[in-house]
């Protein structure tokens, strides 16, 4: 690219030198990323390792090990993994299973439109769509209750604001995110590799094992990471769905927000800091992952 | 064997799907006793906080939607033309909304920006709805970067902005008559999306106590029955219009540009 000089140059025997003046253009965008997303969470990582005067401390994190902190973490965490590791599994055999030919293709094209919708139907509607069906006077319940004569939560141990509750109604959108990012993977995997494959007389689990699996294996992994950071920032559907009978990091951290509820505020930051650890390391192995399979995928 | 499996497979996930979606449906019909009707829907429309908090949120979103194009189309321009060096940057950048969870991101502008700070912009009602919509440009900014860089791929930036230019026009023009009526559809898509995100945000909107459509629906999940099934719909229904509308873009969508063969 060049564009014509409308400066003098200095000196005719001097090489032609301007001023690096091109970065000037991407000033509104760093300044806007500095003061509402840099800046922010500068001030949160600062204020994890401050006291109240301002001092430098650890205290704080020491802190996180007391009261219900260890166990929100754990349990958020938990989630996290069961609702991203159920989200690829269950979303890489929906795609697998329309990309590679078990099902019609023509089913492609709306799977992918419902997952761009589905994955998108997040938060409080999607809380109240579920409480609406497996709630204790929802749809399903209602049905079992007048056909059956099954109640739900007594008879079957069933309840939805649970554990495995919250983790299927996280699936809603993990599922289709994932269905999302592997279909362009899946279709990235050459006829050419498994015609060779089979030609050196490789069964199909021989394939999936040593060809097809290693090549998707950084996607997948990498998009194990999204999903799992996916849910562990999540507030809205949870606090919906639960309002706070699962005590998760978000939930508390937004109390916390609120109303100070744990008495320190430092402690807040150190909690919404020990957030962005977690999602940081999930999502560094994510972008360290994608640049590596996105080198197979050309 | 394998096609039958395939089959019960997605059957089971078509039900998982299904149901909810049916669920919240026929929920939100049965607010009269006995018959269907669609009492909770005239509720919820007669509700003056329904209508205040709605067009609120679309007011937010046209405004990150203006602002976030305003930011990402010359950015993403100008990385492409004059610094393709920065792009892994910027891409990284921009990235980092899905990383730093949008409770974090919003707790630290309610530290930063408070009434003693350089920029108290949470000190009025104007400032705090700027910062709720820099916050929601700060969500979209993902997808908008990255539906905006994709369009750009498609178009031969160098060689429009060297036509424009040669015609004596300045930057200005050259952005909004040259590049944006080029990118205009991926613009959209990004536009599209963003509105369907914003239109819904619960987490920015109730720490920063605006009245917006998710903090309502939140407090009505808590005290109604009926309604909430109802919203659902709507928000199903809203989220449901702006996917169709980005495919229905992504048909009038250029293809790459090739390199023209001498």
């Known amino acids: 690219m060049s564009v014509q000089s409308a400066m003098p140059m200095a000196g005719s025997g001097k090489p032609n030198f301007r001023l690096p003046l091109n970065w000037l253009g991407l000033l509104p965008f760093i300044v806007f990323a500095l003061l509402f997303l840099v800046l922010p969470t500068v001030h949160i990582v600062v204020g994890a390792f401050q006291d109240r005067d301002g001092a430098f401390t650890l205290q704080n994190l020491l802190d996180l090990r007391n009261g219900t902190i260890p166990a929100s973490y754990w349990i958020s965490v938990k989630i996290s993994v069961a609702s991203a590791a159920l989200g690829c599994l269950i979303g890489f055999g929906m795609a697998a299973a329309v990309t590679l030919g078990d099902l019609p293709r023509w089913m492609k094209s709306p799977q992918l439109t419902f997952s761009g919708v589905a994955s998108n139907f997040a938060g409080v509607p999607l809380a109240f769509a579920f409480l609406a069906t497996y709630g204790p006077v929802g749809v399903v319940a209602v049905i079992m209750r007048q056909s059956f004569d099954i109640v739900l939560s007594r008879d079957l141990g069933f309840n939805i604001l649970s554990f495995w509750g919250l983790t299927s109604v996280y699936l809603f959108f993990q599922i289709p995110l994932m269905i999302l990012i592997i279909t362009p993977a899946l279709d990235g995997l050459k006829r050419e590799w498994r015609e060779a494959a089979e030609v050196l007389g490789a069964t199909g689990v021989q394939y999936w094992r040593m060809v097809a699996l290693p090549i998707l294996f950084p996607s997948l992994l990498g998009t194990f990471a999204l999903l799992f950071a996916n849910a562990f920032g999540a507030v809205a559907t949870a606090m919906a769905f639960t309002g706070s009978s699962l005590n998760i990091v978000p939930i508390q951290l937004f109390a916390q927000i609120r109303g100070d509820v744990l008495g320190n505020p430092n402690l807040g930051y150190a909690m919404a800091f020990g957030m962005i650890v977690v999602t940081g390391i999930a999502n560094g192995v994510y972008i360290w992952l994608r640049t590596r399979s996105e080198r197979w995928l050309k | ?262």
């Open chain 2, 1 to 262: 064997m394998t096609r039958l499996l395939a089959w019960i497979a997605f059957l089971f996930g078509a039900l998982y799907f299904a149901l909810p979606l049916i669920g919240m449906t026929e929920f939100s019909l049965k607010m009269r006793r006995g018959v269907y009707s669609l009492d909770a829907y005239v509720k919820v429309f007669a509700d003056p906080r329904f209508q205040e908090t709605f067009s609120f949120s679309v007011m937010m979103a046209l405004a990150t939607i203006a602002f976030g194009v305003l930011l990402v189309v010359p950015t993403a321009y100008w990385v492409r033309l004059k610094m393709p060096g920065a792009r892994p940057w910027i891409e990284f950048v921009t990235l980092l909304p899905l990383v730093i969870p949008a409770i974090v991101i919003v707790f630290g502008y309610i530290r930063l920006y408070n009434t003693s700070s350089f920029l108290p912009l949470t000190g009025s009602t104007t400032g705090t709805n700027i910062l709720l919509m820099f916050g929601y440009a700060t969500l979209a900014l993902p997808y908008m970067y990255r539906s905006v860089d994709t369009g750009l791929r498609t178009i031969d930036v160098a060689t429009l902005t060297e036509a424009a230019q040669s015609l004596g026009a300045g930057w200005v023009t050259i952005l909004s008559r040259v590049i944006l009526p080029n990118v205009l559809i991926a613009v959209l898509s990004g536009a599209f999306l963003t509105f369907a995100i914003v239109i819904g945000e619960f987490t920015m909107a109730a720490l920063l106590d605006r009245p917006a459509f998710g903090p309502y629906m939140q407090l009505l999940g808590a005290n109604r029955a009926y309604e909430p099934a109802a919203l659902a719909v709507i928000a199903f229904g809203i989220t449901w219009a702006c996917m169709a509308l980005i495919q229905l873009l992504a048909r009038f969508a250029p293809k790459p540009a090739k390199p023209v063969k001498e």
